[in-house]
Every structure is written in structure tokens, then in C-alpha cells.
């Protein structure tokens, strides 16, 4: 029974001897970041020093009440002399403070590990990261944590030693990449600079991939070119439905691609002459055939631009509408020339491969244009 009872002393004793430090973590100051980011990645740090088992870790809710109640702002405290008044205040052994900070595509963590007790920094761990900050958040914050856990100092102060990361945990941290990132590890002791090379963690910027087949349709208004038409009619302009097919058979890289188009447009115009006494109008109908080359951009923007061009054959059928009733003729002529077209297109939905259009185009056919135009359209493309 004494044993049993002095062993309990002992086991007693041990717990207090290695009681876990107490240990509060201020909001990570943001520079070029949103709040939210920031108020992210420090909820991250807070759970990484939690699970390296020395600390007890004060809750950002339990932190905000206790300082609200002292009239103090959290967001406004980044000295080191208030960091300690609060660490004070909370009643914990040491206090973590720093930035987050994002230049271009570079994201760089600076923390301190503060001493309440004597206000001494125990210790500074810098963290750069090129690529995405999801990544940031998954390796880096962790490999912060490790870093200012593995700062050993007494109660009073007397010793700073640097914390050093085993390779093995490095390499369990980060994935093996081919670009590297240098990660510098800074204490109070200006004669032990390491630095400890961390593979980074890095992933292609998001592009969209260059389809092989693209299905476009079109709707718009298309009115013709021909001078001496627009002279004798009223009006030259009808509505246009087109459905155009193409095979992407040459990739660009940072472009796009070029592809062979094939597509047929269908135009309908509603004719009536100037002149009111001829008491008659006219009806006709264009089928366009088209085939040539089309050059399109492939870019992570949502704005692309693509460009056609070829040759196009034009086949006419009219319907006249007079007092004698109405008649038709079912192919008037055919003729054929050359297009262009112009589109923007937008992709709404990053995922889904679709495209909202929008362009212009001409046609250039026949004798004096006459049976060429302007078009404008809006459409959408599906690609494949």
C-alpha cells in the first residue's frame, strides 16, 4: 500500500516537473492578404503547436473575452512590450506574434516566441512559400509549429537554442518537388545562423486545356454589304442562325491552338422596295457553306479571342409575295467568296468547358458584293 501510495507521489511529481506550457497565439498581421486568410492560417499554427504535445494552447474565443474585458484591441498589439501585457493578462508562460505577408506569388511567415515572464524573445522562425496558399496552409504552418517547438529555454531565461528539423520530418512535411525553397530558422544568438533547405510545395497555375473539337452555334442579325441594294429596298437586314464544327489539329504552347473549321449559316432577310408603287416584297433565304482555318487563345482568363477565316459558298432561294399570289424560286443563284469572323468568348464556369460568344463577321461574295454582308452574332461553344 506504500508503495503504491509513494509511487503516486512520484507519478505526481514527474506530471508537475513536465507540466505543458502555457502558450497564447495573436492573430498573424496580414500585408497584402485578406483578414480572413490571416485569421485561417493562425487557427492552423494554434492547432500544429497543439499536437506537438508541449503546449496548452489558449482559444482565440476564451483570448477575445478575457482582453475585451480589459479594453484592449488584439489587432493593434504587435510589440513586443504589449505582447507581454496580454501574455500577462491571459496568464500564460509565452506569447507567439507575427505577419503573413504576400508578394507576387510568394507568401513568407514571421513569427517571435515571446517569454511573459522576462519579455525576452526566445526565438524567431521565418517560412517562405512560392505557389498556392492552400498548400501554405497544409505543409507550412505545420513545419512553423515544429520550428518554434523545438526552442528550449529555462524558466529564467538563460539559454536559447536554435531549433533544428530532423531531415526525416522534413521530408514527412513536404512532398518531393524539383524547386526548392530556403526556409531560415533565426534565434537570439546572432552566432548560430542555420538554414534549413525544405523542399517546396509548388503546382502549375491553372490553364484551361486546349480542346480538340469545338461546337459553336450562333444567333444574330447579318444585313448585306451591296450598295445598290440598300438603295433599292427598304431594308437589307434579317436574322442568322449558324452551327459550326471544329478539330484542333495544331497546339501552341502559352497560346492555344489552330484548327480546321467546317460550318453551315443559314440567313433570312425580308425585302420590300422603295418605290411605293411597286406593291410587292421579297423574301430570301442564304445558305452559307464555309470551311477554313481558325487561330483561338487558350488562357487561365476567362476572355478569349478567336479568330476564322476561309472561303465560303452561297446559295440563294426567294420567295415573292405580290397581288398575284406567291411564288418561288427555290435556287436563284449560287456564288462564292471569302469570310472572316471574329469572336470573343467568355467561360462563365470554370468547370464546365463551355463558352458564351459574342463577334462579328463579314462575307464577301458575288458580283458586287451582292451577295456578301456584315454579320453580329452571340452564340456558345462546347468543347471537347
Not at 102 to 110: A, D, E, Q, T, V
Not at 254 to 273: C, E, H, K, R, Y
Not at 316 to 321: A, C, D, G, L
Amino acid at each position: 500500500m506504500k508503495k503504491k501510495f509513494v509511487l503516486g507521489l512520484i507519478l505526481l511529481f514527474s506530471t508537475l516537473i513536465y507540466a505543458q506550457i502555457s502558450i497564447a497565439v495573436l492573430d498573424l498581421e496580414e500585408k497584402g492578404l485578406t483578414e480572413l486568410e490571416a485569421s485561417i492560417l493562425t487557427d492552423r499554427l494554434r492547432h500544429e503547436l497543439f499536437q506537438t504535445g508541449r503546449y496548452r494552447v489558449i482559444e482565440r474565443d476564451m483570448m477575445g473575452e478575457i482582453i475585451d474585458e480589459q479594453g484592449f484591441q488584439l489587432s493593434e498589439c504587435t510589440s513586443t512590450e504589449c505582447m507581454v501585457e496580454i501574455g500577462r493578462i491571459l496568464g500564460v508562460d509565452q506569447m507567439v506574434g507575427g505577419s503573413v505577408s504576400k508578394f507576387g506569388s510568394m507568401y513568407s511567415i514571421s513569427v517571435r516566441l515571446i517569454s511573459v515572464e522576462t519579455g525576452e524573445i526566445l526565438g524567431t522562425a521565418t517560412y517562405d512559400h512560392e505557389g498556392r496558399i492552400e498548400d501554405l496552409l497544409k505543409y507550412g504552418m505545420r513545419v512553423v509549429s515544429n520550428k518554434l517547438g523545438g526552442f528550449e529555454t529555462s524558466k529564467k531565461g538563460d539559454a536559447v537554442e536554435t531549433a533544428v528539423i530532423p531531415d526525416q520530418v522534413v521530408r514527412d512535411l513536404v512532398p518531393d518537388e524539383k524547386e526548392k525553397e530556403i526556409i531560415e530558422v533565426q534565434s537570439t544568438k546572432p552566432s548560430i545562423p542555420p538554414q534549413i533547405t525544405v523542399p517546396s510545395v509548388q503546382k502549375p497555375s491553372a490553364k484551361y486545356k486546349s480542346p480538340t473539337i469545338m461546337l459553336r452555334s450562333e444567333l444574330g442579325v447579318y444585313g448585306l454589304a451591296n450598295q445598290n441594294r440598300k438603295d433599292f429596298y427598304d431594308g437589307t437586314v434579317g436574322s442568322l442562325f449558324g452551327v459550326s464544327g471544329i478539330i484542333n489539329i495544331l497546339k501552341l504552347p502559352d497560346f492555344g491552338a489552330i484548327g480546321l473549321l467546317a460550318g453551315v449559316q443559314s440567313m433570312f432577310l425580308v425585302l420590300s422596295p422603295k418605290d411605293d408603287a411597286l406593291n410587292w416584297e421579297e423574301q430570301e433565304i442564304y445558305v452559307v457553306t464555309k470551311a477554313g482555318l481558325q487561330a483561338a487563345s487558350v488562357s487561365k482568363s476567362k476572355l478569349n479571342v478567336t479568330a476564322s477565316i476561309g472561303y465560303a459558298a452561297v446559295s440563294t432561294s426567294t420567295i415573292y409575295i405580290d397581288e398575284r399570289g406567291t411564288s418561288y424560286d427555290p435556287v436563284q443563284n449560287s456564288m462564292g467568296g471569302l469570310f472572316a469572323d471574329l469572336i470573343f468568348s467568355f467561360r462563365p464556369l470554370d468547370t464546365i468547358n463551355i463558352t458564351l460568344d459574342g463577334g462579328y463577321g463579314t462575307l464577301v461574295a458575288g458580283e458586287k458584293n451582292l451577295y456578301g454582308g456584315n454579320k453580329f452574332f452571340i452564340g456558345a461553344s462546347l468543347n471537347f
